[in-house]
């Protein structure tokens, strides 16, 4: 598989939820990965990426809620989501920054009010 995320669920505000995303040897051991996510009706944005040394970036809104990071032994790129609010309920995948790999399906979180 190549990039398969999963993790994913109905959630109440506040609570958590940690998505994992499997991916191909060969995609993970030379890119920086990142996290993306589709609101229903939007457009997919970026929110987390992980370079292999650990470094990692986010958007604004997700700062100080979501940790990602990656297992580099296991091909595995990870995204703890703290503090959910019903504005986090998305579709989320993973790829690397550059997004030139098929998208896999994703993994769908629902958060409640």
């Known amino acids: 598989v190549q990039l398969q995320a999963s993790g994913g669920g109905l959630v109440q505000a506040g609570g958590s939820l940690r998505l994992s995303c499997a991916a191909s040897?060969?995609?993970?051991?030379?890119?920086?990965m990142a996290w993306y996510r589709q609101a229903p009706g939007k457009v997919r944005e970026f929110v987390a990426g992980?370079?292999?040394?650990?470094?990692?970036t986010y958007v604004d809104y997700v700062k100080g809620r979501f940790t990602a990071s990656r297992d580099n032994a296991k091909n595995t790129l990870y995204l703890q989501m703290n503090s959910l609010k019903p504005e986090d309920t998305a579709r989320y995948y993973c790829?690397?920054?550059?997004?030139?790999?098929?998208w896999g399906q994703g993994t769908l979180v629902t958060v409640s009010s």
């Open positions: 790829n690397s920054l550059s997004q030139i790999y098929p």
């Open positions: 040897g060969s995609i993970f051991s030379n890119n920086v």
């Open positions: 992980v370079t292999r040394g650990g470094f990692t």
